[in-house]
């Protein structure tokens, strides 16, 4: 059997190729779409804010990207949407017209373009958009309210990406899709509108499942009074939040974004359809739980010395990316985040150092002057670079990464 996500390099917008583009890098693709586009309004710093309009069906559909500027998944996988609801390829034809006599689609691919100018999570204010739906400080949070009273939306999709460091429940499995069907009360109870956003999540999983078993997880729906998801399903529209996690070998979430492409467009043919309605709650309940708990680098086993007395744990460290100029390229700030029995916590990369001895960079003259770095004391927050000394072989952690 022929699967969407096969055929997703077809359609892919090749333009975007990573996640820092710009405001100004997608309005060519805006106004080429082919598709009804208008303002919806302008950032604080100005920037226009359009929305793409696709589709003669009845019931409306609302979905957003970028509502922090540096979750930038979706927004490619948006314009991949859009080049095939627009294209002739016949593999796909009932599937392309159904959605588009069932619904109506109205996409915002960057809400939030003064954090992508900056590849940064909150706004050019320093608000996190996403806890502004009650004081609507932010212009572009008063665009998104703004759209959801006038559309009305059967259904809005709320589009992020999330840190690589969550675990799908209990297993050492990177999360690389994660799905919440959000409380609209602090009870968490489960009224049609939040039903119906279930529903279509059990069947966005189920079409993941196929693909990538094992790396679906759920969010925790503690009620957030402040956030936009829990509002607008307060406010009747069923909504679905997808956040774009990791996947191995895929720093640019390129197949993580083909994912989205997936997904979203079996959610509205299922949408558009109806078919969507026979899923139960116990089958979103069993989707595993969204975990935090990986560590960028495990090394386990570690002597640590120590004027007391050396000592043996384990070190995790965390790696930061940190924006160059312009906020197109980055550079990576790797600090020591804990110390002690991290058994418990799996890394993204681990090494056993069999009880290899910590030693700062200055102990080895030679690269002391070829890494121009030694380190502090070990503690908490310090920089990650330092020497596993075993005697004859000594092992070069050089900013998080062993070398």
């Known amino acids: 059997m022929k699967r969407l996500i096969d055929f997703h390099d077809f ?11 710009k405001h100004h890098d997608i309005q060519p693709l805006i106004a080429g779409c082919g598709f009804k586009n208008e303002s919806v309004g302008c950032s604080f710093e100005g920037r226009d804010i359009r929305k793409i309009t696709v589709g003669s069906g009845k019931a409306k559909i609302l979905l957003w990207s970028q509502m922090h500027g540096d979750e930038a998944t979706a927004t490619m996988a948006i314009f991949d949407i859009l080049n095939f609801l627009r294209s002739g390829e016949p593999e796909f034809a009932s599937l392309r017209e159904t959605i588009l006599s069932g619904l109506e689609l109205h996409f915002v691919p960057m809400l939030n373009p003064d954090g992508a100018e900056r590849f940064q999570r909150r706004t050019a204010q320093e608000i996190d958009m996403n806890r502004d739906a009650r004081a609507l400080q932010c212009p572009e ?20 990406d999330q840190q690589v460091y969550y675990a799908v429940g209990d297993t050492p499995v990177q999360t690389t899709v994660a799905f919440l069907a959000t409380a609209y009360d602090p009870e968490r109870q489960w009224n049609g509108v939040r039903t119906r956003s279930m529903q279509v999540i059990c069947k966005m999983n189920e079409e993941l499942q196929q693909i990538i078993p094992g790396r679906v997880a759920r969010f925790s ?7 936009f998801g829990d509002n607008i399903q307060q406010w009747g529209s069923s909504l679905i939040l997808v956040e774009s996690g990791s996947y191995p070998q895929d720093p640019e979430k390129q ?36 975990n935090r708990v990986f560590l960028d680098l495990k ?19 965390l790696r930061t990316e940190k924006n160059t100029r312009g906020a197109k390229n980055f550079t990576v700030d790797s600090v020591i985040e804990e110390i002690g029995d991290l058994s418990v916590f799996p890394g993204i990369d681990e090494w056993d150092a069999g009880g290899g001895k910590l030693r700062p960079v200055g102990d080895f003259p030679a690269l002391t002057e070829k890494y121009k770095r030694t380190p502090g004391k070990l503690q908490i927050g310090e920089k990650a670079t330092f020497v596993i000394d075993h005697g004859r072989t000594q092992t070069l952690v ?4 062993i070398v």
């Open 11 to 21: 359609f892919r917008e090749k333009t975007l190729k990573n996640r820092r583009f």
């Open 141 to 160: 949070s008063r665009i998104l309210k703004g759209l959801v009273f006038d559309l009305r939306p059967a259904f809005a999709f709320n589009l992020h």
């Open 221 to 227: 729906d503690e009620f957030e009074p402040r956030a």
């Open 255 to 290: 197949y993580v974004r083909a994912l989205n492409f997936h997904a979203i467009l079996q959610a509205l043919y299922a949408i558009a359809q109806e078919s969507y309605t026979g899923y139960r709650l116990e089958e979103y309940e069993a989707i595993p739980v969204n």
């Open 299 to 317: 090394i386990s086993n570690v002597t640590i010395p120590h004027p007391m007395g050396n000592y043996t744990a384990d070190l995790g460290i």
């Open 398 to 401: 050089l900013n998080g990464k």
